[in-house]
């Protein structure tokens, strides 16, 4: 694939998250309950999940149960907390402020996690360029937070 394709890929998906966490966020208020929500979202995510690893089980090289158990738990209570931190805080905030404080988060740790090499992932050190261009982008979210309050 190239770039061009993949770099949309990535846009097509975070815009999904914020229709997916804002869809949510309201079948948690509908149920009174966001831990409702986010359980019927995950149970139905893992059917499609399983549909769609089944379609492809000639391609799988990776069984469950050849991964350590730490890796799911910890993958899980990072997504339950993560998803689920989201759908409660959209009602309370809107979904614009959510995403744009998520996407700061999300940056902050994939700088620190890239600069030690955390996770596996390769080290790429923080330099100036990278520290500006996420000033940039940090300071972008605050400004469309502080535009969201007025």
Known sequence: MTQTILVILAIAAGMSISIQASINAMMGQLAHNTFLSLTIAFTISALFSALALWGFSERTSITFFSLPWYFWLVAAIFTCFGVGTMY??????????????????????????????????????????????????????????MGARQ
């Open 88 to 145: 409660f805080l959209i009602p309370k905030l809107g979904v614009g402020q959510v995403m744009a404080y998520a996407l700061a988060g999300q940056l902050i740790g994939a700088m620190i996690i890239n600069h030690f090499g955390f996770l596996g992932n390769t080290a790429i050190a923080l330099n100036s360029y990278r520290l500006i261009g996420a000033c940039f982008l940090i300071a972008g979210v605050f400004l469309i937070n």
